[in-house]
């Protein structure tokens, strides 16, 4: 499907009679086309919008729909204003305007972003632009089927692509109409087919120009029919014009045989009509048989690397390619990669073999057998850990493989430095070995010995040993901080000497571990209040793996750290415990001190 990659895997997709299954609570979902209902003048340029009706959680969406281009010129596709992602993080995905045995069609899509809940009820999904460019009739029609098994279907934030919906299309019945007197000036376009007979697998040249010039890479759309038939027009391809020019190859097959009629179209543009050429008709005639090889290898035994010469024959089309591949090996061709080479000291070398014409007909694969070769000393290979670049530990696996042409393999020996060796021991395939502990690129060093005691030439691997994990540490923010806003920016840095680091993973407070590559720094946003922690784990290439954390608070209150409310109690407090300390001393002083008398009075 055209771009549902892009995105996402889907998993569990299947097919809905999107038309009769109702959404919870009685509605359904509908995907609706909200379009002008009147006629529009050529050349007015018009929007429709996409709609989404009574969803619930859209976390992704994609629409393919397929309109008339001799009608409708497609300008663009946006997301409105106040569209269902808008003010979410959302991933934006340019439309494309392309063309299939359909016809032309838009395809857009987007999708939320990151943990978040889809969009819920009814708005705009997008809005397209067109202008009427001729008169005349053009559907709206999204693509079929509908739903995960298509290419216009909706997804929940399972991304299981299964949200059911039924559309309310512009179709035959309801077409958006141009009409009035186009006032752009006429064009038009020719074309030249050669040859107008082929044999299958050869090439019709197409070319033609335009009665204007026109931008560079404008669309010139070559179409093919059955002749003799009604026309069913199939897309050949989309050309692009340099200038007024244009040119295609069309390679036709065996399965192609028959006449085809071939034309070639332009759509126009704001200053011409668009224009269709003559039809051309042309044959191509099949090639069933297919070619017949053989080689010049006369059975004997050989004492040094050889060639086997492949050849091939074809009485209609052509030999277009010998294949051949050694003692199983990969496929190769006698074009490409030369005559086969014998190389493999071995009593029973392989060779299998086979031709393909130019009409795409192929041989029957051809198996030589005992082909031999015998250089005497014995050959080998071996890799650690099945090839792998890393390792964390001094114990690694050897697979070795030899051969031996007459005697065949005894005896092995092997080496960390090449100048230490084990004893000889029995040969075998496999065998644990322990590299020297030191950290850093590991070689392995190996010799063969077969039973006549003759030694082979030293064979050897590498390996990069790194059994330490990576080191990190956290820049921002420190530990224990508090931070006074909902947005945190989170700043690493990491090393491995050896391995390099192969990514690193986030978990914010103990939840679900998010890779976030090689980057050193995250913003998380939307943080409550309180205590937050944060994990980061580096990961090296070889797997290990090292985890930090820090914890931070997160306070967005308005005064020094405390709530509003809080500080108002605090202040009131306050102001109590000072009012009655004031009262408490000024009744005090209002009564008289025991023992005191007036004026001219005396003590008894």
């Not at 359909?102 to 997008?126: D, K, V």
């Not at 090393?495 to 390099?500: G, L, Q, V």
Request: some cysteine.
């Amino acid at each position: 499907m055209a771009m549902k990659a892009l995105l996402f895997i889907a998993l569990g997709l299947m097919l809905f009679n999107l038309s009769t299954i109702p959404l919870s609570f009685g509605q359904a979902t509908q995907l609706e086309i909200v379009a002008p209902s009147t006629a529009i003048l050529v050349p007015t340029q018009f929007n429709i919008n996409i709609d989404v009706v009574n969803v619930t959680d859209l976390y992704a969406w994609q629409i393919k729909l397929y309109y008339n281009s001799t009608v409708l010129r497609w300008i663009n596709a946006t997301y409105p204003p106040g569209h269902v992602f808008d003010g979410r993080t959302f991933i934006e995905v340019p439309a494309v305007n392309l063309s299939d045995v359909g016809g032309s069609y838009i395809l857009f899509t987007a999708s939320l972003q990151g943990p978040q809940s889809g969009f819920n009820g009814t708005g705009a999904l997008c809005r397209i632009s067109f202008e009427a460019q001729a008169t005349g009739n053009s559907t709206l029609i999204f693509s079929r089927p509908l739903g995960a098994d298509g290419d216009t279907w909706l997804s929940g934030s399972d991304l299981l692509f299964n949200i059911p919906f039924a559309v309310i299309e512009r179709d035959a019945s309801n077409p958006i109409t141009a009409v009035g007197d186009d006032t752009r000036l006429p064009s038009a376009i020719s074309m030249s087919v050669a040859p107008l007979l082929v044999i299958a697998g050869h090439s019709f040249t197409v070319n033609g120009t335009t009665s204007v010039t026109v931008p560079d890479n404008t669309p010139v759309y070559v179409e093919y029919s059955a002749s003799n038939a009604t026309p069913i027009w199939r897309l050949l391809t989309m050309a692009f014009s340099n200038g007024s020019k244009y040119s295609y190859l069309w390679k036709p097959t065996s399965a192609d045989d028959g006449l085809w009629d071939i034309r070639a179209r332009w759509e126009g543009n704001a200053a011409y009509r668009p224009a269709t050429s003559l039809t051309k008709t042309v044959a191509v005639m099949p090639d069933y048989d297919p070619p017949v090889s053989h080689n010049d290898y006369e059975g004997l035994w050989r004492t040094a690397d050889f060639t086997i010469n492949l050849s091939a024959t074809d009485d209609l089309s052509g030999v277009a390619e010998i294949w051949y591949k050694m003692n199983e090996g990969t496929n190769k061709t006698v074009r490409v990669d030369g005559q086969p080479r014998v190389i493999t000291e071995s009593a029973n070398n392989t060779l299998e073999y086979w031709s393909v014409d130019i009409a795409g007909n192929q041989e029957n694969h051809t198996v030589l057998k005992e082909i031999k070769l015998d250089k005497t000393a014995p050959t080998g290979s071996f890799t650690i850990n099945n090839g792998a670049t890393y390792t964390n530990k001094t114990t690694v696996a050897l697979r070795l493989s030899a051969m031996d042409a007459t005697s065949g393999i005894a005896e092995m020996r092997l080496s960390n430095d090449n100048v230490t060796y084990t004893d000889w021991q029995i040969y075998v395939q496999f065998k644990p070995w322990i590299l020297q502990e030191v950290d850093g690129v590991r070689t392995v060093y190996l010799q063969l010995r077969d039973s006549a005691r003759l030694i082979s030439q030293v064979y050897s691997q590498t390996i990069i040993l790194d059994p330490t994990p990576p080191i990190i540490s956290v820049i921002s923010p420190s530990n224990n901080s508090v931070i006074r806003s909902s947005t945190v920016t989170v700043t690493w840095e990491g090393s491995d000497n050896t391995s390099d680091i192969a990514h690193y993973e986030l978990r914010l407070d103990r939840g679900f571990w998010v890779s976030v590559g090689t980057n050193t720094t995250q913003i998380f946003t939307g943080f409550g209040d309180g205590a937050h922690s944060i994990e980061i784990k580096a990961v090296n290439k070889v797997g290990l793996e090292k985890v930090i954390s820090v914890s931070f608070n997160v306070d967005t209150s308005l005064l020094f750290g405390l709530g509003f409310l809080e500080v108002i109690g605090i202040l009131a407090v306050i102001i109590l415990v000072i009012l009655g300390v004031c009262i408490y001393f000024f009744k005090i002083r209002k009564q008289p001190l025991k023992g005191e008398g007036r004026l001219g009075g005396k003590f008894e």
